[in-house]
C-alpha cells in the first residue's frame, strides 16, 4: 500500500467530495471535504479492477487513512476527518500534531493531552485582543500554569510551545524547562507578562537545542542579562532569537556576537533599543542572517557620518530598524532591490523619506509603517511594489505640535494602492478620510484580500463621504476570499442599511471587529441574519442594547467567541440572560475607574466602560476571575 | 528692515497676567501645545473687525500699537521650537516675505504664536471664525508652508468625537511615541540639554 500510496499523491488545493462506488469490496463511504484528493484518489483506485488485483489483500480502507491522515494538516479537515467513525476519530487523535487553542479557557489540559497524546506542538492564547490595546485589567486571567503542568505529566513529544497574551511565571518555565529539557525546540512567549530574567535562565540551561525563542512585546522584570550568556555559552542551533518591542538594558553586545557566531542557522533576530554601533560585531558574525529588527539609533551633531559605514549581513531582506531617520536611511540603499519586509513603524521617517526609499524597493513584499506614509506615499508604492502581499498603516502622533507633517492617508492614498498594488492579501490601515468610492476601488482591484482592517480616525470633524453602506457592500462583494474584517467607523459612518450590508455580503469571514456602526437594534438584527461563518465577533462603541446583542448572538449560527465594550446596557444588567445556553460562558468586566497617567504626568481617574464576553466552553465556568471580572452564573 | 507688528490684546490678558511661579520648561512647551488645540474655539471669540484692521495696517503701519503693554507671559528664550513645528519663525528679527505675507500674532491663555500670512489667508481665518458651526477650511488645510491644518482643525474642546471610548494604540506604539517625543524635544536648540 505504501507504494500505492506515494506514486498516486496528488496534492490538491481545492476541497473535494468525493465517493466511492458500491462494491462488494469496499463498503459505501461518503469521504469529507479534505485538501488533498489523496484519500478519494486511494479509494477509487482500490475500486479499480485491474489495480485490485495487484494489491494485497489485507489491506483495508483503515490501513490506507491510517496512512493518509498524517498528510492532512488543515485542522478544519482534520476537524471533519475525525467525524467519519470511531476509527478515524482515533486515529486522527494519535496522529495531531499540533492544536490552537483561540481561548485558553475554552476546554481543560486533561481533556487536551486525553484526546491529543502526542502533540507537538501547541498554541494557546489568553487575554482578549483588546489587551494589546490597555482595555483589560492586567490581572485579567490566561495563567499558563495548569496547561504547563499538563505538559510536563502528559505531553511527552512536545517540542513547540506558543503562549499569547497570557500570564507565564519564572515557575511555570522552569517546570516547563525541566520536563522537556532538549527537547524543546520552540517557545514563544508573546504579548505575555508575569516572569523574569530568573525564568528564561532557567529554559535557556535547560533546553540547550533551542531553535526558536520569542518574548516580543512581553512585559517582565529583568535582573541581569544571564540568560543571554548562557544561550551564548551552550547553544548552537539558534534560528530565530526575538525580544522586539522589550525593554531588555542589562545584555551584552558579546552575548549577541557569539550567539551569531555559533549558530550557524541564526536567521532572524529582532531586539529591543540597542545602539547601532555596538552590533557591529553582530552583524559581521551573522553571516546568514536574514532578517533583523530593532536597534537604535541616536545622531550626534558634528558626526553626520556616524553610521555611514555600517553593513550588513549579504542576504538580510527583512528589516526594521528603530529610530532610523533620513540621514540614516541611505545605509539601506546598496541592498534596497533585495529587501522584502520593511518595518518602519518605529522609524522616523518623514512622507518624502518613505517615497524615497519605497521607491528603491521593488520586491517589497511587507511594509509596515505609520500614517506619516500619507496619500503622496501611497501613490508611490501603488506605483513601485507591485510585489505588495501586506500592508499595515498604523497611527502616529497626533498630539498637536509632535505630529508628522502629510502624515495623513486618505482615500486618495487608497485609491493608488488598489489600483496599483493587486497581489494585496492583508491590509490594515488608519485614516483621516474616507469615501464610498475608495473601498468600491479595493473591492475592484483587490481580488485576493483576505484580511481588511480600516479604522476612522477621530481628529477631523467633517469625513468627505459618510455613511458607507455602498462602499462597504461593494468592498465586501469584491473581496470573495475575505476572512478577516474590521471597520471601526463614527456616529454616521454607517447606517443600519450598511450594517446589514456586511452580514448579507461576508460569506466567508471568519472574525470581525466592528466599531461605531450602525444607528439602532434593528441594524444589529439584520447583521446577524448574515454572517454565516461568523466565528468570533468583536464590538466597540456601538448603540446596541443588551437584549438586541442577546439576541443577536442566537442567531449567528458558528459564532463561538463574542466580546463587546460600550453599549446600552439594561436597568437590570439581566437582559445578557437572553443568550444563556448550555456550554456557553457569560463573563462582564463592569465599568471601572482607572488610574492613569497622561501625556501631561498627570495622574487621571479615567472611565472604562464595561465589557461584555462571551464564549462557549468544555470547561464550564472560570473558577480563577479577579475581582474585576463578574462570571454570570446560570440563575 | 525693523521688524513691523502690530500686536493686539484679543483676550485681554493683562487681566490674566499668569503668576510667576517658573513652570518646569517642558510643561510650558506642553501647555504651548495644548493652547494649539483651543485656538479654534479662542478664535471664535476674537472680534472680526480686530482681525480685519490687523492685516489691513499690516503692510505699511509704522509703529506697533500695542493696546496691551503685558509682555508675553512665556518668554522667548523659554519656547522650545521643533523642527517639524509650523511655527518656525523666531520670535525676534522677521521680515516681511516677498510673496505679501506678513507675521500674525496671537496671544492667548499667556501664550504667543506668530504665523506668516497673507491678506486671502487671514481673511479665510476670518471665515472660518464668522461661520456658525465651525469648518474646515479647506484652502488653509492644503497650504503646509504656512498654516498648519492641525491648527485649524474642528476638534472639539479636549474630547474626541468617542467621549469615553477613545481610539486606543498599542502599548509598544504608545511607547514609542513617547521616546520620539523626546528625542524631538531634546534636539530642539531651545532645550538647554541639548548640543
Known sequence: ?635 | MSRVTTELDFFGLEKKQTNNVPKPKFKKFLDRRRSFRDIQGAISKINPEIIKSLLASGANHADSSTISPSVPSTPKADHPQIPISPVQAPLTMQTEHSSGTVPMTIFYNGTVSVYQVSPNQADDILKVVMETAPKKDKSIVKDHSVIPPTTLRTKLFGKNLEGDLPIQRTRSLQRFLEKRKERLVSISPYFPTSG
Open chain 1, 1 to 635: 500500500p505504501k507504494l500505492l500510496l506515494s506514486t498516486l499523491l496528488i496534492p490538491s488545493s481545492t476541497h473535494t467530495h468525493a465517493t466511492s462506488s458500491s462494491s462488494p469490496h469496499a463498503p459505501p463511504i461518503v469521504i469529507p471535504i479534505l485538501d488533498f484528493d489523496l484519500l478519494s484518489v486511494c479509494l477509487m483506485t482500490m475500486e479499480d479492477p485491474d489495480i485490485k488485483k495487484c494489491r494485497l489483500s489485507s489491506v483495508t480502507v483503515d490501513d490506507v487513512i491510517e496512512q493518509v491522515m498524517p498528510y492532512i494538516t488543515d485542522p478544519k479537515d482534520r476537524d471533519s476527518a475525525s467525524l467519519v467513525c470511531r476509527r478515524w476519530f482515533e486515529i486522527d487523535s494519535e496522529t495531531r500534531e499540533h492544536v490552537t487553542m483561540a481561548l485558553c479557557y475554552t476546554s481543560t489540559p486533561d481533556r487536551l493531552s486525553r484526546r491529543f497524546p502526542n502533540l507537538r506542538s501547541i498554541k494557546l492564547k489568553g487575554k482578549p485582543r483588546a489587551a494589546m490595546f490597555n482595555l483589560i485589567p492586567e490581572n485579567w486571567g490566561g495563567f499558563v500554569t495548569p496547561w504547563v503542568n499538563e505538559v510536563a505529566s502528559s505531553l511527552p513529544r512536545l517540542k513547540s510551545v506558543h503562549f499569547r497574551r497570557m500570564i507565564v511565571s519564572d515557575l511555570d518555565l522552569d517546570v516547563l524547562a525541566k520536563a522537556r529539557l532538549d527537547e524543546l525546540e520552540a517557545l514563544k512567549l508573546d504579548k505575555c507578562s508575569g516572569f523574569s530574567t530568573d525564568g528564561l535562565f532557567s529554559i535557556v540551561k535547560h533546553c540547550r537545542k533551542m531553535k526558536t525563542l520569542l518574548m516580543e512585546e512581553s512585559s517582565f522584570v529583568e535582573k541581569d542579562g544571564n540568560w543571554l550568556h548562557e544561550l551564548a555559552l551552550h547553544n548552537t542551533s539558534l534560528e530565530v532569537l526575538n525580544f522586539y518591542m522589550t525593554e531588555f538594558a542589562k545584555i551584552n553586545a558579546k552575548d549577541l556576537e557569539s550567539i551569531a557566531r555559533n549558530c550557524r542557522s541564526l536567521v532572524s533576530v529582532k531586539i529591543g533599543d540597542f545602539e547601532m554601533l555596538e552590533l557591529v560585531g553582530f552583524f559581521k558574525a551573522a553571516t546568514n542572517l536574514e532578517e533583523f529588527c530593532g536597534g537604535s539609533f541616536n545622531e550626534e551633531i558634528g558626526r553626520p557620518e556616524k553610521y555611514m559605514n555600517l553593513t550588513f549581513p549579504p542576504k538580510l531582506c527583512c528589516l526594521g530598524l528603530s529610530y532610523m531617520g533620513p540621514n540614516e536611511m541611505p545605509i539601506l540603499f546598496p541592498f534596497a532591490a533585495q529587501i522584502r519586509k520593511l518595518d518602519l513603524i518605529y522609524a522616523l521617517l518623514a512622507t518624502e523619506d518613505h517615497c524615497t526609499l519605497i521607491q528603491k524597493c521593488p520586491n517589497l513584499e511587507v511594509l509596515e509603517t505609520r500614517n506619516v506614509i500619507g496619500d503622496r506615499g501611497l501613490e508611490v508604492l501603488g506605483q513601485c511594489c507591485k510585489k505588495l502581499k501586506r500592508l499595515r498603516i498604523e497611527r502616529g502622533e497626533d498630539e498637536q505640535g509632535m505630529e508628522d507633517e502629510e502624515g495623513l492617508v486618505s482615500q486618495r492614498g487608497l485609491v493608488a494602492l488598489a489600483q496599483g498594488c493587486q497581489e494585496l492579501e492583508y491590509m490594515a490601515v488608519y485614516v483621516s478620510d474616507i469615501t464610498n468610492e475608495s473601498l468600491e476601488s479595493i473591492g475592484t482591484y483587490l481580488k485576493n484580500l483576505c484580511d481588511f482592517r480600516l479604522v476612522l480616525l477621530d481628529q477631523e470633524e467633517r469625513i468627505t463621504d459618510l455613511p458607507l453602506d455602498n462602499g462597504v457592500r461593494s468592498l465586501l462583494i469584491g473581496c470573495k476570499k475575505l476572512r478577516r474584517f474590521a471597520f471601526y467607523l463614527r456616529q454616521g459612518g454607517l447606517t443600519d442599511v450598511g450594517l446589514s450590508y456586511i452580514g448579507q455580503y461576508s460569506p466567508n469571514v471568519r472574525w470581525m471587529l466592528l466599531g461605531y456602526v450602525g444607528e439602532s437594534d434593528e441594524g444589529l438584527m439584520e447583521f446577524s441574519r448574515g454572517c454565516p461563518k461568523l466565528q468570533k465577533l468583536e464590538m466597540r462603541g456601538c448603540c446596541f442594547s443588551e437584549r438586541a446583542i442577546a439576541a443577536a448572538v442566537l442567531k449567528i449560527p458558528s459564532l463561538r467567541y463574542l466580546w463587546v465594550q460600550g453599549y446600552r446596557a439594561s436597568t437590570t444588567g439581566q437582559d445578557l440572560r437572553l443568550m444563556s445556553r448550555p456550554y456557553w460562558n457569560i463573563e462582564l468586566i463592569p465599568a471601572r475607574k482607572v488610574p492613569e497617567v497622561n501625556q501631561l504626568g498627570e495622574v487621571r481617574e479615567m472611565e472604562h466602560p464595561a465589557h461584555i464576553l462571551a464564549y462557549y466552553s468544555l470547561a464550564g465556568e472560570r473558577t480563577d476571575c479577579p475581582p474585576t471580572v463578574k462570571v454570570l452564573r446560570e440563575a
